[in-house]
């Protein structure tokens, strides 16, 4: 029965749960969003390094025998895969929001100065001589 103003409610076509796996750009923002997820990770093993090195020397060489073990070096891996994913997708989205220059300088730039900022970190840690 239509409503007291007489228009017809449009028909809404139902969706499947996995309707953003048949189209290639939902796809992408749905990988490019669950990059989250391994950062979780990450930002997990940070903090609970931080919380062993505040309780002493024993738990922290206990932290560090952790994230030794082969299964936490490869999720680690995934996670730097991952910030690669998402600092790509988020240079390339950059220049259709803020068009100040050509989109392939602003993207060359953005991963100058992220190599920059990383060879700046490797050389204060001594990682780099």
């Not at 073990?69 to 950059?94: C, D, G, M, R």
């Not at 803020?98 to 840690?125: C, E, K, N, S, Y």
Request: proline letters at 7%; one cysteine or more; a positive charge.
């Amino acid at each position: 029965m239509p409503d007291s103003a007489g228009a017809r409610r449009p028909y809404l076509q139902p969706l499947s749960r996995s309707w953003w796996l048949k189209h290639s750009f939902f796809l992408r923002y749905m990988l490019r969003e669950a990059t989250v997820l391994p950062l979780l990770f990450f930002c997990g093993c940070l903090l609970a390094g931080l919380y062993s090195l505040s309780q002493g020397e024993s738990q922290y060489q206990s932290w560090l025998a952790f994230m030794a073990q082969p299964w936490v070096i490869a999720l680690n891996a995934l996670v730097l895969l991952a910030s690669f994913y998402h600092a790509k997708t988020f240079f390339e989205l950059f220049p259709r929001v803020m068009p100040l220059l050509p989109a392939p300088l602003m993207i060359a730039g953005q991963w100058l100065g992220t190599i920059a900022v990383a060879l700046l970190l490797l050389w204060l840690f001594g990682a780099i001589g």
